[in-house]
C-alpha cells in the first residue's frame, strides 16, 4: 500500500479510529471539526486544460527555467493565476512514486511555503501547479541589476522571518522533516504583501540524486552550498541551515552570492561578510540603496548569517533557534561563533574562512550544549 508518511501528523490519541481509515484509506477525509488536519488527495489537471491556461505553454507564458523544469505563467478557466511547472524529463518517470511523492508535497502546508495545487500526468510529461505569487522570486525583486522592487528593511526583515519560519517548519515541525537542499533567492517567492513563501521544497525526491540538479546547482549557484554538503555529500537539515545564512546576506546586503567579486574582487559574498565582521565594519555590507534602518538589528541579522554559516555543521543553529534569535531582542554569545566554511566552484577553491577566531571543525559540539543567544536585551 501507498502511504503519504506525513499524513498521521498531530492526529490526536482518541482519533484513534479516523488514523486506522487514514492508514487504511490514506483518501480518507474528515471534517476539520474533528480533527486537526484533513487529509486531501492532489488535484488531478487534464493536460488539455493546463494547454488552455498556458497558451499552449507559449514561450510569453515562461517566467523561468531551473534545474526541475520550466515554469509558465497560466489562467485556469475560474480567472485564477497559477504556475506551471513542466518538470524536466529527468524526472523519475514511474506514475505511482510520482504521485505519492506528489500527495506527500500537497499535504505540506504553511504560511511561508508555496502551495501545490496539483498535478498533471500525461504520457511522461510530469507538470506541477502551483499557487502564482505576484512579486515574483527574491533574486528578481532584490538582487542584480535589473531589480524589480526598492524593499525597505521592514519588508526585508519580514523576509528573512518568513523565510525562516517555513524552514522551521520543515524542518522541525513537519514528521519526517524535509530538508529543502536548495535554499535560494529564486526559490524565495513574494506575494502580493511581500510575504515571503519558500518554493520547490520535496521535489529533489522526484530526480535521481546523480544528476542535472545538484550539478545544476555546481555549476551555477555555488555561493548557497554548504561545503560539507557539495564535497563530501552530507545532507542535514544543517546544509539548509547554511543557505539561508548566504540567503540572509543578501537580502540585507542586496547583492547576490552568485558573484565572487567582492572585497576588493575574488571574494564570495559569506568571506567578505565574515572579513568585515573581523574587523567591525559589517555595517559596509549593508544595501547601499537602504536608507534608514536599526543599525542594531540589521547588524544582528548579519550575525545569524554567520553563526549559520559556520564550517562545522553541528556549530549552526536549528531553524527554530534562528527564527529565536531574529524575533526576540537578544544578545548573541559572539565567543561561539567560529568562521563559516565555503565552496565556491568544482575547480576552485574551497574550505573554511579562517583568521584570528577558532576553526573548531570536530563535530562533537551538539547545538542543545550551545548557548547561542544570552540575554534578552531591553527593547530601543
Ligand atoms: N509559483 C510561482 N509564482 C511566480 N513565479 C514563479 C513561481 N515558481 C517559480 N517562479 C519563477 O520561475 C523561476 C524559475 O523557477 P524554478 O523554481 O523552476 O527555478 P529556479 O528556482 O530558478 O532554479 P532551481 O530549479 O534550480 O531551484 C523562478 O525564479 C521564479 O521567478
Redesign the pocket.
Known amino acids: 500500500m501507498l502511504m503519504n508518511p506525513y499524513k498521521l501528523k498531530k492526529i490526536n490519541t482518541h482519533d484513534h479510529e479516523r488514523c486506522i481509515m487514514v492508514l487504511l484509506f490514506p483518501s480518507y477525509t474528515f471534517t476539520p471539526s474533528c480533527a486537526e488536519v484533513s487529509i486531501t488527495k492532489t488535484k488531478n489537471f487534464t493536460y488539455n486544460l493546463l494547454v488552455g491556461a498556458t497558451n499552449n505553454f507559449h514561450r510569453s507564458n515562461k517566467?523561468?527555467?531551473?534545474?526541475?523544469?520550466?515554469?509558465y505563467?497560466g489562467v485556469l478557466k475560474n480567472g485564477r493565476e497559477?504556475?506551471v511547472?513542466v518538470l524536466s524529463a529527468e524526472s523519475k518517470q514511474g506514475e505511482r512514486e510520482f504521485m505519492t511523492e506528489i500527495d506527500t508535497i500537497s499535504n505540506v502546508k504553511h504560511p511561508n511555503l508555496?502551495e501545490l495545487l496539483g498535478c498533471c500526468v500525461y504520457g511522461h510529461n510530469r507538470i506541477l501547479v502551483?499557487?502564482?505569487?505576484?512579486n515574483?522570486?527574491i533574486?528578481?525583486a532584490l538582487l542584480g541589476f535589473r531589480k524589480s522592487l526598492k524593499l525597505e528593511w521592514e519588508k526585508r526583515s519580514a523576509i528573512c522571518m518568513g523565510t525562516a519560519r517555513g524552514l522551521a517548519y520543515l524542518h522541525e515541525e513537519l514528521v519526517p522533516h524535509i530538508v529543502h537542499r536548495?535554499i535560494?533567492a529564486?526559490?524565495i517567492?513574494l506575494d502580493e504583501d511581500l510575504q515571503p513563501?519558500i518554493?520547490?521544497f520535496g521535489?529533489a525526491k522526484l530526480f535521481p540524486d546523480n544528476i542535472t540538479?545538484i550539478s545544476?546547482?555546481i555549476a551555477?549557484?555555488t555561493g548557497y552550498l554548504a561545503p560539507e554538503y557539495v564535497l563530501g555529500g552530507q545532507l542535514t537539515l544543517k546544509a539548509d541551515v547554511y543557505s539561508f545564512g548566504v540567503l540572509t546576506l543578501e537580502v540585507v546586503s542586496g547583492r547576490s552570492s552568485g558573484n565572487t567579486n567582492y572585497g576588493g574582487g575574488g571574494k564570495l559574498l559569506m568571506e567578505w561578510a565574515w572579513e568585515l565582521y573581523e574587523e567591525g565594519k559589517l555595517l559596509d555590507l549593508v544595501d547601499p540603496e537602504l536608507e534608514e534602518f536599526p543599525k542594531d538589528e540589521v547588524i544582528k541579522y548579519m550575525k545569524v548569517a554567520l553563526f549559520c554559516a559556520q564550517a562545522n555543521a553541528s556549530r549552526r543553529p536549528l531553524m527554530s533557534q534562528v527564527t529565536e534569535m531574529l524575533s526576540r531582542n537578544v544578545r548573541l554569545n559572539e565567543d561561539q561563533l567560529t568562521p563559516p566554511g565555503f565552496f565556491e566552484g568544482p575547480s576552485q577553491k574551497s574550505g573554511m574562512v579562517s583568521k584570528n577566531k577558532s576553526s573548531d571543525t570536530s563535530t562533537s559540539h551538539q547545538m542543545s550544549s550551545f548557548p547561542i543567544t544570552t540575554t534578552e536585551v531591553s527593547p530601543r
Open positions: 517566467i523561468g527555467r531551473g534545474g526541475f523544469g520550466t515554469v505563467k497559477v504556475a511547472k508555496v502551483y499557487e502564482y505569487l505576484e515574483s522570486s533574486d528578481r536548495d535560494k529564486s526559490n517567492l513563501k518554493g520547490d521535489l540538479h545544476t546547482k551555477g549557484t
